[in-house]
């Protein structure tokens, strides 16, 4: 079986070191899948997503770019 666990995000045209690339993996330490989600250049500093908390998670990341949306709208 072969099996995708790490996907980069990055603007076109940079290399997979740049500042603005983003890491997205899937990890596992014998206690169930998660997502970590990291930038370049701190490769320590991360964040660690449960499935069971994606979804309120994703609500808020959600709320929180409406909120920049209607403020920029004002502007």
Do not use: N
């Not at 072969?2 to 997979?16: A, H, N």
């Not at 993996?25 to 206690?31: L, Y």
């Not at 370049?40 to 909120?67: G, H, M, N, R």
Request: hydrophobic share 35%; net charge negative.
């Amino acid at each position: 079986m072969i099996r995708t666990i790490k996907t980069s995000v990055l603007p076109k045209g940079e290399s997979l070191f740049c500042v603005e690339a983003t890491e997205v993996e899937i990890v596992d330490k014998a206690g169930g899948e998660f997502v970590k989600v990291r930038q370049y250049p701190d490769e320590e500093v991360c964040i660690s997503i449960d499935p069971t908390e994606w979804d309120e998670l994703k609500q808020a990341i959600d709320q929180a770019f409406e909120e920049i949306k209607k403020h920029e709208e004002k502007k």
